[in-house]
């Protein structure tokens, strides 16, 4: 049935079918059981004509002794190709998957929808998919936006929805967020249509769901239970609630919520986890911006992190935002507070000392904020931001030309910041800089259309 024997870059031999749209490879294992692969639909646009990639999930499933059967699309066509449904209703298929004792259909998003419905063409095997769509006919599935490259696909014809398709499956492990609307929907579609489907509801994590299994370490159990066919719906709940062992999950659940107190809560998680991803000041900053009632704030419950953590720039920058958040929501006093508990847990930050200084700065006590602003200068001279600080500060201690300095050098940083302009045009003006009043407000009028600065061109 395979046309060539081929090698991939690891060194491990293949055989190989090469169709009109497929690359479908077949390599050996120790095992008697097979587990045919599908790719996802990453970067849809791109065209896949190497045919010596590695067949999806082959480099795992081999490690553990399996045989794989690795499909392997030319282009993202949601396995539309006739040429592969003929492959799979061809006798040279039957006779081949009835060597095996064992075949399992894997894959995730496009490639779960083609485990499913290809597992009609082997009775009683069993199917593993990460959020699949159950297809992607657009009278069926109008609510799915989500892929114009599928919807374009002809879905006419074979292997063409799930609902159908997928009701000789012996198992159907389906790994998924039920708060992810459009999987949700995909699966709500088939629930009551074939038999033992056996859900892992991973709620709050979104649509890349395997990327959050394995950063919560448990991806590893569900692929074991599932291939074992031994995992339980009890297995798979157990399994689940280690999703709380990961950031994205009280991200993605604080964002989802309106409760601004559960929103708080879903912080302070975060701040007790192990795991801080480099995206912490970002996910802490989405969750910060929905609370609006400072009363929700309780400073006593932040907990911080290591020493050494607290250390490392972007730990330092995610309590700079739950410090900066409440002085703007006018808990000016408890933020100073804070970020000084900071400092003498944890040494100098430059953006804690940026906060402590701004602080200062609504008190009205000008010169311990130019000293913080100046120390967060010493810690890093490349932060736009404690320029701009600072030239507010001598604007008010009255050293004008010391304010212009610092204004134009957090421009230096950041040409473009609106802030910087404004910043340097108020100094400018107090130090009766003409040209330096005439070229800001012009830049500010050109390049960001504030027509509130004209009358500074006249």
């Known amino acids: 049935m395979f046309e060539r024997d081929l090698t991939y870059p690891n060194g491990i031999r293949f055989r190989q079918i090469e169709t009109q749209h497929y690359f479908i490879d077949y390599v050996p294992g120790d095992l008697n059981k097979l587990v045919i692969t599908f790719e996802n639909a990453d970067k849809p646009d791109i065209p896949r004509p190497d045919g010596l990639r590695y067949a999806w999930g082959s480099l795992y499933l081999n490690k553990k002794g399996y045989c794989v059967l690795g499909i392997k699309p030319k282009v993202v066509d949601w396995y539309r190709g006739k040429c592969l449904h003929q492959f799979f209703r061809s006798s040279d298929f039957k006779a081949f998957a009835s060597s095996f004792n064992k075949v399992f259909f894997y ?12 597992s009609d063409a082997v009775p009683n095997s069993t199917v593993i998919a990460f959020n699949p769509q159950t297809t992607l006919i657009p009278e069926l599935t109008e609510w799915d936006k989500r892929y114009p490259q599928g919807t374009s696909q002809d879905w006419n014809g074979d292997f063409n929805d799930a609902r159908r398709y997928a009701r000789n499956a012996k198992r159907i492990y389906v790994a998924y967020d039920p708060f992810c609307v459009e999987d949700n929907k995909h699966i709500s579609r088939i629930v009551n249509d074939v038999n033992n489907l056996i859900p892992l509801k991973m709620p709050f994590v979104g649509h890349v769901i395997m990327m959050w299994l394995q950063r919560a370490d448990i991806l590893e159990d569900f692929l074991e239970g ?6 339980t719906p009890h297995d798979c709940n ?9 950031a994205r999950y009280y991200h993605v659940f604080g964002l989802h919520t309106q409760n601004q107190a559960v ?11 192990n795991e801080i991803p480099e995206s912490f000041p970002g996910l802490l900053n989405e969750l910060m911006q929905k609370i609006q009632n400072k009363a929700i704030l309780e400073f006593d419950k932040i907990s911080l992190k290591s020493r ?10 995610g309590y700079f935002i ?5 002085s703007d929501l006018g808990l000016i006093q408890e933020s100073l507070d804070f970020s000084l508990k900071i400092i003498r847990y944890a040494g100098h930050s430059t953006f804690i000392l940026i906060n402590i200084s701004e602080c200062l700065l609504r008190q009205k006590k000008y010169q311990q904020a130019l000293v913080y602003v100046d120390e967060a200068l010493i810690c890093d001279s490349n932060i736009a931001n404690a320029y701009r600080l600072k030239s507010r500060i001598q604007l ?3 050293d004008y030309d010391g304010a212009v300095n610092s204004a134009s050098k957090s421009l230096c940083l950041e040409d473009t910041n609106k802030l910087g302009l404004i910043d340097l ?10 040209d330096l009043i005439g070229s800001s407000a012009r830049r500010l009028v050109v390049e960001f259309g504030d027509s509130t600065y004209q009358k500074y061109l006249t």
Do not use: T, W, Y
């Open 238 to 246: 157990v399994i689940a609630r280690k999703r709380k062992n990961i």
């Open 107 to 118: 894959g995730s998003s496009m490639g779960g929808f083609a485990a499913m419905v290809f």
């Open 396 to 398: 008010e201690l009255g």
């Open 226 to 231: 599932a291939f074992s066919e031994q995992l």
């Open 263 to 273: 929103v708080f809560s879903c912080v302070l998680k975060l701040l007790e986890l």
């Open 308 to 317: 050494d953590d607290m250390c490392k720039p972007h730990v330092a920058r």
């Open 425 to 434: 045009l108020n100094a400018s003006i107090k130090a009766e800089r003409l």
């Open 322 to 326: 739950i410090a900066k958040r409440a």
